[in-house]
């Protein structure tokens, strides 16, 4: 497929596009809710944590998913510190981290000065920061794909079904002619996915079922438990 040179400007308004989180992907998140890491210029260990309005939790680590969590409003101690958040436990037998010394492997959430921050079982030496919101991308070094290989990069704001942690999975795209495109995504799974685009319609080359819905300036496109929002102007270059 033919490469078009790629403007600089273009580039940026694509990058801002696919970033928008769209309101069928934002879900109503209780105050904590984020991604945390250690470090949040890195890729190791990152936490996105959504609390919700029924006081129970998710969180999504790698690739693996922890739904229906229970929550706790009080602090582990004697007395709740006016900046304790909420704790998310984890059953002891299927949990990320290993049990703190009271027997409860949890992750507490407390609101710092400028930003929130958490605790792995309430220890102030294996502190998480706060990387931003849901639906934060990764780090840079995160981005596999470039425009030495393709004509644009960005994210793609995506979920899995049964989710209601939205992600940004990074995708680069070649643009053809008349419209037609084909997308290589990396799937929330981390694994890739390739979306060919024409004439109004997706297909995948590996012949999953794709099902698409034009809204506006996106499309939504579902294939198996992988929810994507495409914006036009990715594919068309705009």
Same mark, same amino acid.
């Given at each position: /497929?033919?490469?078009?040179?790629?403007?600089?400007?273009?580039?940026?308004?694509? *990058?801002?596009?696919? *970033?928008?989180?769209? %309101?069928?992907?934002?879900t109503?998140?209780?105050?904590?809710?984020g991604?945390?890491?250690?470090?949040?210029?890195?890729?190791?260990?990152?936490?996105?944590?959504?609390?919700?309005?029924?006081?129970? %939790?998710?969180?999504?680590?790698?690739?693996?998913?922890? /739904?229906?969590? *229970?929550?706790?409003?009080?602090?582990?101690?004697?007395?709740?510190?006016?900046?304790?958040?909420?704790?998310?436990?984890?059953?002891?037998?299927?949990?990320?981290?290993?049990?703190?010394?009271?027997?409860?492997?949890?992750?507490?959430?407390?609101?710092?000065?400028?930003?929130?921050?958490?605790?792995?079982?309430?220890?102030?030496?294996?502190?998480?920061?706060?990387?931003?919101?849901?639906?934060?991308?990764?780090?840079?070094?995160? /981005?596999?794909?470039?425009?030495?290989?393709?004509?644009?990069?960005?994210?793609?704001?995506?979920?899995?079904?049964?989710?209601?942690?939205?992600?940004?999975?990074?995708?680069?795209?070649?643009?053809?002619?008349?419209?037609? %495109?084909s997308?290589?995504?990396?799937?929330?799974?981390?694994?890739?996915?390739?979306?060919?685009?024409?004439?109004?319609?997706?297909?995948?080359?590996?012949?999953?079922?794709?099902?698409?819905?034009?809204?506006?300036?996106?499309?939504?496109?579902?294939?198996?438990e992988?929810?994507?929002?495409?914006?036009?102007?990715? *594919?068309?270059?705009?």
């Amino acid at each position: /497929m033919m490469r078009s040179p790629i403007r600089r400007a273009a580039v940026a308004r694509l *990058l801002a596009a696919a *970033l928008v989180l769209p %309101a069928s992907l934002v879900t109503a998140s209780e105050p904590g809710s984020g991604v945390y890491a250690l470090d949040c210029a890195s890729s190791d260990e990152t936490y996105r944590i959504s609390i919700r309005g029924d006081g129970s %939790a998710e969180v999504q680590l790698g690739e693996t998913t922890f /739904m229906e969590l *229970l929550t706790s409003y009080s602090s582990f101690g004697n007395r709740t510190p006016n900046n304790f958040l909420v704790a998310v436990l984890f059953d002891p037998e299927a949990s990320p981290i290993a049990a703190g010394p009271d027997g409860s492997p949890r992750i507490e959430l407390w609101s710092g000065e400028s930003a929130y921050f958490a605790l792995i079982n309430g220890d102030t030496k294996r502190r998480l920061d706060y990387c931003g919101p849901l639906g934060t991308p990764g780090a840079a070094a995160d /981005m596999p794909y470039s425009t030495d290989e393709y004509d644009a990069v960005g994210y793609l704001d995506c979920q899995l079904a049964g989710s209601e942690i939205p992600r940004a999975c990074p995708f680069g795209i070649d643009r053809g002619d008349a419209g037609s %495109a084909s997308l290589t995504i990396q799937t929330p799974f981390g694994k890739e996915r390739t979306l060919n685009h024409a004439t109004g319609s997706f297909t995948d080359p590996s012949g999953d079922r794709v099902s698409v819905q034009r809204e506006g300036h996106l499309w939504r496109v579902t294939v198996g438990e992988e929810h994507y929002e495409i914006p036009n102007a990715a *594919l068309m270059g705009d």
